[in-house]
């Protein structure tokens, strides 16, 4: 399909949702995944999820967890360095900001061509750090599998549904007697899915729109041969689309890794031979979701990097540390979003107030306000400042000008 096509194909299953709740869900489960649940629904029992955390093995449980404590660790952290609550007080004015959690949040949990529990943690975690009460994981049925049900029960998810695709966006968007309708929606998924989230933005909240995924490799003439091959197959691995750069100041050195490549790999993988500091403007430019800096002196580099969802330092550092375990959420802008944007964060689930306390006594701010009102011809806007600092009594006045304008009409 065409962009405009999936447009339309998406547009039309959100609205059969909008209008027809479960018995749409049921039917769509039925198409895309050819499991039919209409006789036991799709929402998966506590004793599902309890029964299918026992039946993992004792040695994956202890790697999740690892996972799990460290980035819970980093996200706690993050929380604790913003300033939740601020104000300043000047000339009878106290004006200031604060930060509020959002209430509930889904995290779409994409099948794909893997399961994924990891994101589960990544997109979970910094929504419980945050203070997020109700967190609700959707995805497929062929994502159900013991593991990814174990992960949802470590991060404390006990509402869990098996649909996935349009048709978990806009149950999440727009509630069903199943699902109750949640405030944002979070995670990864294919371009249906990005579509479906694009369309119900404005009516809920969303993290971003996900491209495929992307990494830049800046690479130095000493970067060991197979420290780089390994990053590219990582990399490929994800899927067919994905996107790969390799800037190496080394032409030798490229031309060793390119033949170690499969074929299929090395029509992903875009090479320049360039100098470090042109590589840094090339990766800026393509402000890309993962930057790996190959380099040996990497904190020269850093100091001009501007534009990267995570950056990778040193040659001890693979992508995939970042996908797993290091701590930040492994969601990251695409498609040169890091331009404008940042990565799934607990920034994503918090909503800032601000706040606005005026003194009776502060004349010459009503007065202000008053005379920016009348220069865009907003009558009640300045009567409603004139009201608190005139001597005299405007409500009559207000009561004679109203009815002098019906009059005229």
């Known amino acids: 399909m065409n962009t405009k096509q ?35 629904g799709y929402k998966v029992s506590q004793k599902v999820i309890a029964d299918a955390a026992k039946r993992v093995p004792k040695s994956l449980k202890n790697v999740i967890k690892s996972s799990y404590l460290n980035i819970l660790s980093y996200h706690k952290y993050e929380y604790s360095q913003i300033k939740k609550r601020w104000n300043y007080v000047k000339n009878g004015l106290k004006v200031g900001q604060f930060y509020t959690p959002i209430e509930s949040a889904g995290v779409y949990v994409p099948g794909g061509r893997f399961p994924y529990p990891s994101t589960v943690i990544m997109t979970a975690i910094p929504a419980v750090a945050a203070g997020v009460k109700r967190i609700v ?37 727009y509630g069903t007697k199943t699902v109750k309708k949640v405030d944002m929606i979070v995670g990864p998924g ?21 491209g495929p ?23 490929a691995e994800h899927d ?27 029509k992903q993988l875009k090479t320049e031979f360039c100098s470090l500091n042109k590589a840094v403007d090339i990766a800026n430019n393509i402000a890309p979701e993962h930057l790996e800096l190959l380099v040996k002196n990497y904190q020269v580099l850093l100091k001009s990097i501007k534009n990267a969802g995570a950056i990778f ?23 040169g979003s890091a331009k404008f944007s940042s990565g799934l964060s607990v920034m994503t689930f918090l909503k800032r107030s601000t706040y606005i306390e005026m003194s009776k006594n502060n004349k010459m701010a009503y007065k202000i306000i008053a005379d920016f009102a009348q220069a865009e011809s907003m009558q009640y806007h300045k009567k409603s400042a004139e009201v608190r600092y005139l001597n005299s009594d405007p409500l009559n006045q207000m009561k004679r000008e109203n009815t002098e304008h019906r009059k005229r009409r």
């Not at 339309?8 to 027809?20: A, H, P, R």
């Not at 509402?159 to 695709?165: A, D, L, R, T």
């Not at 990005?194 to 369309?199: G, V």
């Open 6 to 40: 999936i447009n339309t194909y998406v547009s039309d299953i959100i609205e059969d949702i909008k209008n027809n709740g479960d018995k749409a869900v049921f039917k769509y489960i039925k198409k895309f995944d050819n499991a039919d649940l209409s006789k036991k």
């Open 137 to 173: 994981m959707v995805t497929p049925p062929k994502n159900m599998n013991d593991v990814v049900l174990f992960t949802a029960k470590l991060c404390g998810i006990e509402e869990i549904y098996c649909i996935g695709g349009i048709a978990a966006v806009a149950a999440l968007a």
């Open 190 to 210: 294919n371009a249906y899915v990005d579509e479906a989230k694009r369309q119900v933005f404005g009516y809920v909240g969303i993290d971003a729109l996900a």
């Open 213 to 235: 995924t992307e990494v830049v490799i800046i690479a130095d003439k000493d970067v060991p041969v197979d420290y780089v091959f390994a990053d590219i197959m990582a990399q």
């Open 240 to 266: 067919p689309g994905a996107k790969i750069y390799l800037l190496c100041e080394s032409a030798k050195k490229i031309s060793e890794i390119k033949k170690l490549l499969p074929e299929e790999v090395l």
């Open 313 to 335: 330092a040193g040659y001890q550092t693979p992508t995939a540390s970042g996908d797993y375990w290091a701590g930040p959420s492994h969601v990251l802008p695409t498609n």
